[in-house]
């Protein structure tokens, strides 16, 4: 069973930057899917960010051009992944909690932000972007 963890979640100015790292380990397929979500208080759980094992990379409409997702392929053990989530220029609106996602195969495009495409779950990193 893949195990996640997320770091990097605090309090920053709008406007300004942060990043979130997730580490997730003891990948089995040499296929895979990760993805940032978020939650607002009352809302929904949303898809933020996702790459898959070929690079394939979707945004949210509301992150594009702001958010990048990134993986780092310096990694030698193949069943550990450490994912990235640089997040500049932000707004209050980006206020939530955020989890790293991940899931073993392959998965079309359309659905890389969909939440229920993914079996593991980190415990969340809260972002408060302040005004």
């Known amino acids: 069973q893949v195990h996640v963890v997320e770091s990097g979640g605090e309090t920053v100015q709008a406007g300004g930057s942060l990043r979130l790292s997730c580490e997730a380990s003891e990948f089995t397929y040499p296929h895979y899917y990760m993805a940032w979500f978020r939650q607002a208080p009352g809302k929904e759980r949303e898809g933020v960010a996702s790459?898959?094992?070929?690079?394939?990379?979707?945004?949210?409409?509301?992150v594009r051009g702001r958010f990048t997702i990134s993986e780092d392929i310096a990694i030698q053990d193949n069943a550990k992944k450490v994912l990235y989530l640089q997040m500049d220029r932000l707004e209050p609106e980006d206020t939530g909690a955020y989890y790293c996602a991940a899931g073993e195969g392959r998965l079309s495009r359309q659905l890389l932000l969909l939440h229920r495409a993914y079996s593991y779950w980190g415990q969340g990193a809260q972002v408060t972007v302040s005004s």
């Open positions: 790459i898959d094992s070929d690079g394939v990379t979707v945004y949210a409409d509301s």
